[in-house]
């Protein structure tokens, strides 16, 4: 079964950074575009940032510059490196995926910037 586990989040100052990690398995990691999605209080969830197969990014105006989405296929893991971290980022951050047309989410990691 398809299976996504993130880690990585936690407490961090603004300015800080975090890399988010999101384990996949179940499926031919290799071939599928992956996502990180975010949600704060009160919030609809946002798409922060995705990845194709190939290795093409794209980001929300809001995070560019600052945060970088990769990927290691022979890991089926895809992460998220955040920088320069701001409390506006304060969200749980979700690793999404959409296997053979239906749609699966990791159990999310709070990411929380506080001084």
């Known amino acids: 079964q398809v299976q996504l586990v993130e880690s990585g989040g936690g407490l961090v100052q603004p300015g800080g950074s975090l890399r988010l990690s999101c384990a996949a398995s179940g499926f031919l990691f290799s071939t599928y575009a992956m996502n990180w999605y975010r949600q704060s209080p009160g919030k609809q969830r946002e798409l922060v940032s995705s990845?194709?197969?190939?290795?093409?990014?794209n980001y929300v105006d809001s995070v560019k510059g600052r945060f970088t989405i990769s990927r290691v296929n022979a890991q089926n893991t895809v992460y998220l490196q955040m920088n320069s971290l701001k409390p506006e980022d304060t969200a749980v951050y979700y690793c999404?995926?959409?296997?053979?047309?239906?749609?699966?989410w990791g159990q999310g990691t709070q990411v929380t910037v506080s001084s």
């Open positions: 990845i194709t197969p190939g290795g093409t990014t």
């Open positions: 999404q995926g959409r296997i053979l047309g239906r749609i699966y």
